[in-house]
């Protein structure tokens, strides 16, 4: 019964990605057949081909690229040391600043993006890299995971780094930190993956092609051929799709670690 259940639920997550590639390499007269059909009667690689030269891909790739690996890099340089000063340091108002940061958490995206919108419309940066970068430079989330990692290191490890002369930043960069890896690793994945897959934000702070990114490139999709062309569509939905699934399998390891080593301790 335990392997029905496991076997039942992998098919409930699987099953749309499943049928997401399928119908990328099927024909748009297949794609519409009802009942549906699961197996092709021929592979249409050319799907891939239609999706990437309908608008400049290249260029929403390079976008989403830069978007999203920067905001991990700015990330990881804010959170590590604001994880290791809640998580090691008793200071006046620590309490009340890590409950601020938490509450964070619950504002969306969509609450705060017009004064956002205008800050930056004074500034001059909308449309480009810098309006989809700088509202992500740092994470609660990211905070608060790494807080309770680092909560866990005992205290006599610390205090042997610091007998030997060991200074704060290097106790956190190189004892810290190695010992945190498989939850960095974690979280990176997710931050990777959410800013990858956001469509709101470059939505609204980008008006032209310059700084579009994957997600809102993809929507023109909708309009190949004069009408909705789903494989086309989901085509480009692959396109999007398999790099975050190949980082994924290579770092599920180090995310298995990192439940692993919160549950052990």
């Keep these: 019964m335990r392997m029905i259940g496991l076997i039942l639920l992998v098919l409930v997550f699987a099953t749309p990605f499943l049928w997401m590639a399928v119908t990328s390499v099927k024909s748009l007269t297949e794609t519409l057949t009802f009942p549906p059909i699961w197996i092709p009667e021929t592979i249409m690689w050319k799907n891939f081909v239609a999706a990437w030269e309908s608008g400049p891909f290249l260029r ?30 008793r200071f006046r108002g620590d309490k009340l600043l890590f409950g601020i940061t938490m509450v964070t958490l619950m504002i969306p995206a969509q609450l705060i993006f017009l ?39 005992p205290e006599e490890l610390i205090e042997a780094a610091r007998l030997d002369q060991a200074g704060e930043w290097k106790i956190m960069y190189k004892v810290m930190v190695p010992i945190a890896k498989p939850v960095i690793i974690t979280f990176a994945l ?17 008006t032209s092609e310059t700084a579009r990114t994957l997600p809102v490139g993809i929507t023109a999709l909708m309009n190949v051929e004069g009408g909705v062309a789903y494989n086309i569509m989901m085509a480009g939905n692959m396109l999007l799709v398999v790099p975050v699934l190949i980082i994924f399998f290579f ?13 052990e301790k």
């Design 190 to 206: 997710f931050s990777f993956i959410t800013s990858w897959n956001d469509y709101f934000w470059p939505l609204v702070m980008t």
């Design 115 to 153: 004064p956002l919108y205008l800050q930056f419309s004074e500034w001059n940066i909308l449309d480009t890299h810098l309006a989809l970068i700088l509202p992500f430079a740092a994470n609660a989330f990211g905070i608060f995971m790494l807080r309770q990692s680092f909560k866990q290191v």
């Design 60 to 89: 929403y790739l390079v976008n989403s690229v830069i978007v999203s690996g920067s905001i991990l890099v700015l990330q990881l340089f804010t959170i590590i040391p604001a994880a290791y000063a809640f998580a090691r340091y």
């Design 251 to 263: 770092a599920q390891r180090q995310i298995i670690r990192a439940f692993v080593y919160t549950g």
